[in-house]
C-alpha cells in the first residue's frame, strides 16, 4: 500500500544572454526571413514583366475582301474568299485573281515581305465594253506569331487595307497642294525713296502687317 511519492525530475536553467538563447534566436529568425529572399529568386510569389523586341512570323491567312466601284451604283462590284458573300453578292459578283508570296532574303524562316498580285477582270463575260473604274479596295487577312524560347508564344489575327484610284492614277489618297492667294499690287516690296515713307506706311496699314 503506497501513502506518498513524490516523482524524479531534472531542469536546465540557462541566462538570457547564454549562447543556448542566441541560438534559438538565430533559429527563429532564420526561419521567418529564409524563405522569403529564396521564394523571391525563384519567382513563385510574384510576377515579372520584361521588356521584348521580336520580328514576328506573319503568313496570309488566306482571307481576301475585293470592292470595286465604277461610276454608278450598278457598277460596283465585289469578290471575296467567303462562299457566303459571293452568294449575297449575285449579279455583282466578279471573281479575280491574286497571287501572294513572301520573300526571305537572309533565310532564317521569317519572311521580311509579302507580296500580293491582283488581277481583277473588267470586261464582262458576255462581252462588251470594260468596266470603267475609279476605286479599288482590298482587305487581305494576316496571321502574325510571336514566339520565342523564354516567354509562352501567341498569335494576332488582323487585316491590311490597301486602296487604288485608277481613274486618278494614285494608289493612296493625295491632298491637292495648297493654292497661294495672289498678293496685291500695293502688298508687293517695292524700292522707295525716303520721300515716300508716308506711302509706304500707308501700303503697310492696306497689308495689315
Not at 25 to 43: D, I, K, R
Request: charged share 20%.
Amino acid at each position: 500500500m503506497r501513502l506518498y511519492s513524490t516523482p524524479l525530475a531534472t531542469t536546465y536553467h540557462a541566462n538570457t544572454a547564454s549562447c543556448a538563447s542566441l541560438c534559438t534566436l538565430l533559429y527563429a529568425a532564420a526561419l521567418l526571413l529564409v524563405p522569403w529572399p529564396l521564394a523571391y529568386a525563384a519567382g513563385g510569389l510574384w510576377l515579372k514583366e520584361a521588356s521584348v523586341r521580336e520580328r514576328p512570323l506573319v503568313r496570309f491567312s488566306h482571307e481576301v475582301l475585293v470592292e470595286g466601284y465604277g461610276a454608278g451604283v450598278e457598277s460596283r462590284f465585289g469578290w471575296s474568299t467567303s462562299f457566303e458573300l459571293n452568294d449575297a453578292l449575285a449579279h455583282r459578283l466578279r471573281p479575280c485573281e491574286l497571287r501572294a508570296w513572301s520573300d526571305d532574303a537572309d533565310r532564317d524562316g521569317v519572311p521580311e515581305e509579302l507580296h500580293f498580285a491582283l488581277s481583277v477582270p473588267l470586261v464582262p463575260e458576255g462581252g462588251g465594253d470594260p468596266l470603267p473604274l475609279h476605286a479599288l479596295s482590298v482587305v487581305v487577312g494576316l496571321v502574325a506569331h510571336y514566339g520565342d524560347d523564354a516567354h509562352a508564344p501567341f498569335s494576332v489575327h488582323g487585316a491590311v487595307l490597301a486602296e487604288a484610284w485608277p481613274s486618278l492614277g494614285l494608289s493612296r489618297p493625295r491632298r491637292p497642294p495648297p493654292r497661294t492667294p495672289p498678293v496685291p499690287a500695293a502688298c508687293r516690296p517695292r524700292r522707295r525713296s525716303p520721300a515716300q515713307g508716308g506711302a509706304r506706311r500707308a501700303s503697310r496699314r492696306l497689308c495689315g502687317t
